[in-house]
């Protein structure tokens, strides 16, 4: 299949109301509104295409972009592309980020970007380096170790409060996930949760202004992030 007959296939499944779903959750104009069982039907029937999802990545349409991770190839991600499609999902970073995250996940240069995107200052990019961390604990990364993860509660515990807002719910994101994913640290994470909110608390004392995506019990929800209930 070519660019332009995915392009029209997409056209044709969009419909007015997914189109008003996915504006509500803060979607442009530029998508068709195609729902995600659609999606998926279009995936199967391509299955792996690096080049098309390089194509549809390029369109800057939000279903596009959608197909494009789910199509690609972790296999033929390397550091330089991962960096591109970070930087380039921005525009949508809320909806794209759980996708994005979950095929540089599965790359060979999982560890090298995720470790790079949480120290990055920009607020989108140490994003996509906690939904990094996350679905690598979802897809049972071994290669993250336990004590590793305890180093990560360690800093999201000292760095949450201070950090912007799409970063603080990757963080949360995170930490759930850590606590869910790994069991030897449920305990922890659940202790490190507790006294995030306790210091939430504190910063509404002194008039710091809450911004609503503070930690959350491990145990009370998933780690998946980038969806936002748009399926």
Known sequence: MTVK???GQLERLGTAQA????????????MFGVSFADLYKVQKQ?????????????????????????????????SREADDWAKD?????????GFLA?????????????????KSKDEFTRAAGYNLLASRLKNGDETLSDEECERFLSTIEREIQGSPNRARYSMNTALIAIGTYR???TAEALKT???????????????????????????????????????
């Open 102 to 118: 979950d095929l540089v996940a599965r790359s060979e240069c999982a560890h090298e970007k995720m470790r790079a995107w949480m």
């Open 183 to 185: 069991r030897a640290l």
């Open 46 to 78: 391509i299955r792996k295409d690096h080049g098309l999802a390089r194509q549809l990545w390029k369109t800057r349409n939000l279903d596009a972009q959608w197909l494009a991770t789910m199509i690609a190839d972790p296999v033929e991600i390397d």
């Open 193 to 231: 949760a507790k006294r995030i909110g306790k210091g939430r608390g504190r910063s509404r004392q002194h008039g710091v202004q809450d911004a609503g995506c503070g930690a959350v019990h491990p145990e009370g929800g998933g780690a998946e992030e980038g969806r936002e209930g748009v399926v």
């Open 19 to 30: 189109r008003k779903t996915y504006a509500r959750h803060g979607a442009g104009e530029n």
């Open 89 to 97: 999902s921005q525009h949508h970073a809320h909806l794209l980020g």
């Open 5 to 7: 007959d995915v392009m």
